[in-house]
């Protein structure tokens, strides 16, 4: 009995030396809350990152049309329809960026593809480090080690929140950990999860500070449409407007947000030639195109889909407003800003939890965290999803995450059951 | 039901654009191809644009059996939810701008797109262009369209319903476009990159921090040297027929 225990032990052994790479790789800590969201009837999901829209019909009826034509059974090249391509190049150029649709722009499986594939393109062994902030985007830091490299954090700064004020970058921070070994800074703008929009300014230092260490600028703009205060009247300036950086931006968007098409799997990436050029090579390997009806409903989307985001823009604005109401009855446990840009509202803790709650799900990390502890009470105590501020980097922790992406009603009722459970 | 209401709006869209055209009678430049439509189309309008000459393009996609006749009469489709009510509103407003509207355009700039055989025919019943570009040939629609040579064909329609007058503007570095010259009874000026019998030639193109420099060689051998603030072959295309209308039309 002794030897086969150890048999298997060693077995056991001989597979996890397979797995030496993907062994300090987690999987996202928003799957983690809402897998233990699912077990628990009538619970209510403030955590998920979606908007509550069905993508819009006009995008829906190409998709059938195209599959209808018979033209999504075969691949497309690996950059993606060149139709689809042209139609990205016109829009780009709207929004002042100017990209060869040939050679420059490739469309992805999402967001996350794009941004796997630059990376693995561009860190090396001895530039293998990658600079995002915290908080930020949860699984970028994964996306870093999938892709070989070490995400290294840089803070951003919390706002004072009794002036308006907004979540700043701490350039000392950033000056003291950028270096020879950075092989790029990544940042998603509008951020995620504080909806902060970085500034003109900010974005040009950050550039600056970037080209002294010959690193790439990675600008993850998968949120870029929803703007809210004074500042959406005007478009958002991004760094691949600037044509001398073309050859250091590589800018992802994303169809899942700004036209409802999460499940679609279907954005795109855009750089100079020379970068592109390799990272399509890695796309390739990944994936070897975005799926071809999404690209159909892509284009849809970017020919007819502007009405359907401004009236998302507006509910979301709605939401928001309904979203920060339910806030100010909770002054006594969250202090929070309104968020300008994107669908979350990242409050900071001012309570301890009722209960210490261990799950065997949960690292040690976790169940120290305070933002999981609050997280875990509401879930298990109002039934409400929220994210642990914790999945966005070490200046997440002590706030959670919620989302006005998600239904009114949703928000209305989850935020009432937050006041009540917290209110007891 | 739907389908006859649907021929029903086509033929009605068809008459007025018809009733309007020959009203205001515009100089039509029609730009045809499977790729790079949309920047040729801009990059003409932008000149015409800048020589405060009055003309105006297809809005978005607009440019088949609907969206073509839209395009001649300045409409595009509201937002009106009701499919019915949309569709009055914008018989309504077609009738009106067919009957009333002023002698204003001078210069239509129309991209016409094709995706089954025959398409071409009916385009050609709403309007007959005076100067057509061709831009390129490739399989956009292997559903409807067996080979490259079968969408060649229709757009052979397109350069022999050109009038002894008019013109077209051919790629020539697209071996299929260059072999519609035989159906032209108009002039033919071509265009390209590749091709040293082109007409207007661009060469020496070097991309700059902030787009391309190139020199065009002239039917008349002139070299001169442009600067554009745009990446990709395409846009050198695009400023080659901009200048061809530039110089051989305007």
């Not at chain 1, 690292?363 to 642990?388: E, F, H, M, N």
Request: charged share 25%; net charge positive.
């Amino acid at each position: 009995m002794d030897a086969r225990a150890n048999g298997r032990r060693r077995a056991w052994q001989r597979v996890k030396s397979m797995f030496q790479r993907t062994q300090n790789i987690n999987l996202s800590p928003i799957k983690t809350i809402e897998l233990l969201a699912s077990k628990i009837p009538d619970v209510i999901s403030l955590a998920q990152g979606i908007p509550s829209f069905d993508t819009p019909e006009i995008v829906k009826r190409a998709a059938i049309k195209a599959l209808n034509r018979g033209v999504v059974a075969k691949y497309s090249l690996a950059y993606g329809l060149y139709e689809l391509r042209e139609a990205i190049e016109q829009k780009l150029a709207e929004d002042g960026m100017y990209y060869d649709f040939e050679k420059e722009i490739i469309a992805i499986a999402g967001s996350i593809e794009g941004i796997t594939a630059s990376l693995i393109s561009i860190i090396e062994p001895e530039k293998n480090e990658v600079i995002i902030f915290s908080p930020d985007y949860t699984s970028y830091s994964e996306a870093i080690k999938v892709a070989g490299g070490k995400p290294v954090f840089v803070n951003l700064t919390e706002p004072a929140y009794s002036q308006r004020d907004d979540w700043k970058i701490d350039f000392n921070d950033l000056k003291a950990k950028i270096n020879s070994r950075t092989a790029a800074i990544m940042f998603s703008n509008p951020n995620n999860p504080t909806g902060a929009i970085f500034t003109k300014d900010d974005l040009l230092k950050i550039a600056e500070l970037a080209a002294g260490a010959n690193a790439l600028l990675i600008s993850d703009e998968v949120y870029k449409d929803f703007l809210y205060a004074e500042i959406g009247k005007e478009k958002m300036f991004s760094l691949a407007q600037i044509p001398e950086l073309r050859k250091k931006v590589i800018r992802i968007f994303s169809f899942s947000k700004a036209y409802s098409m999460a499940g679609w799997r279907i954005g795109f990436l855009h750089s100079d030639e020379e970068n592109i050029n390799e990272i399509l090579k890695v796309h390739d390997s990944l994936v070897t195109c975005a799926p071809v009806i999404a690209q159909h409903a892509a284009m849809a989307a970017l020919d007819f889909g502007g009405e359907e985001i401004i009236k998302f823009v507006n509910e979301f604005k709605n939401r928001r407003e309904i979203m920060l109401n339910y806030l100010s009855e909770l002054s006594d446990f969250f202090e929070c800003q309104s968020p300008l840009g994107s669908y979350y509202v990242f409050p900071k803790i001012k309570f301890k939890p009722k209960h210490k709650i261990v799950l065997d799900v949960l690292t040690q990390r976790q169940i120290d965290s305070p933002s999981w502890q609050v997280a875990l009470d509401l879930l298990y105590g109002a039934k409400v999803a929220v994210v642990p501020g914790q999945a966005f980097g070490p200046a997440g922790e002590n706030h959670i995450r919620l989302s006005f992406g998600r239904s009114r009603k949703d928000i209305e009722q989850g935020m009432a059951r937050i006041i009540k459970y917290l209110k007891q | 039901m739907i389908k006859i209401a649907k021929k029903f709006i086509r033929w009605k869209l068809k008459i007025f654009a018809k009733a309007y055209l020959s009203r205001v009678k515009p100089l039509v430049i029609v730009i045809a191809g499977t790729t790079n439509r949309y920047w040729i189309k801009e990059a003409i309008l932008q000149s015409l644009n800048n020589k405060k000459l009055s003309a105006r393009g297809n809005k978005k996609n607009f440019n088949a059996e609907i969206g073509l006749p839209l395009s001649i009469l300045g409409l595009q489709p509201n937002n009106e939810k009701s499919k019915l009510t949309r569709w009055i509103k914008i018989l309504g407003k077609a009738l009106a701008i067919a009957v009333f509207a002023k002698n204003k355009t001078k210069y239509l700039v129309l991209e016409m797109a094709i995706d089954r055989p025959h398409d071409m025919k009916y385009l050609l019943s709403i309007v007959r262009p005076q100067i057509v570009v061709l831009t390129s040939i490739t399989l956009i629609y292997p559903e409807n369209f067996s080979s490259l040579d079968l969408i060649a064909k229709e757009y052979s329609k397109l350069i022999s319903s050109l009038p002894k007058t008019g013109k077209a503007i051919l790629n020539a570095d697209d071996e299929r476009i260059i072999l519609l010259k035989e159906s032209a009874a108009s002039e033919v000026i071509t265009y390209g990159i590749n091709n040293q019998k082109a007409d207007y030639l661009a060469k020496d193109i070097i991309k700059v921090a902030d787009g391309q420099e190139f020199k065009i060689q002239t039917p008349e051998m002139e070299i001169r040297t442009l600067k554009i603030k745009r990446f990709g072959l395409h846009h050198i295309c695009a400023s080659l027929v901009e200048q061809i209308i530039l110089e051989k039309i305007i």
